[in-house]
């Protein structure tokens, strides 16, 4: 069985997922890349807001600070092997 593809905004804290893709163009983009972030990489959410925004996710050993609307461009699957770590 296939895991979904979800937004990087609806993984609960501590859960750990692959991106698959960033729906993002123009500056917002470059600035998802430029914070590190690419296809293929493990990525968990650390924590988010009383608002639930901004949320604060680990990726390569670093913790990154994104508003919802950009992590929302963030396209995870969920990891199917649970050894997998940000």
Do not use: F, H, W
């Amino acid at each position: 069985m296939m895991d979904s593809v979800i937004p990087l905004t609806s993984l609960k804290v501590g859960e750990v997922a692959r991106i698959v893709s960033i729906n993002a163009r123009g500056e917002l983009a470059r600035r998802i890349r430029d914070m590190g972030l690419g296809s293929g990489m493990p990525v968990s959410v650390v924590g988010y807001a009383p608002l639930r925004d901004p949320l604060a996710l680990r990726c390569a050993e670093v913790t990154i600070a994104l508003r919802r609307k950009e992590a929302g461009a963030i396209m995870v699957q969920t990891a199917a092997n649970k050894g997998d770590r940000p």
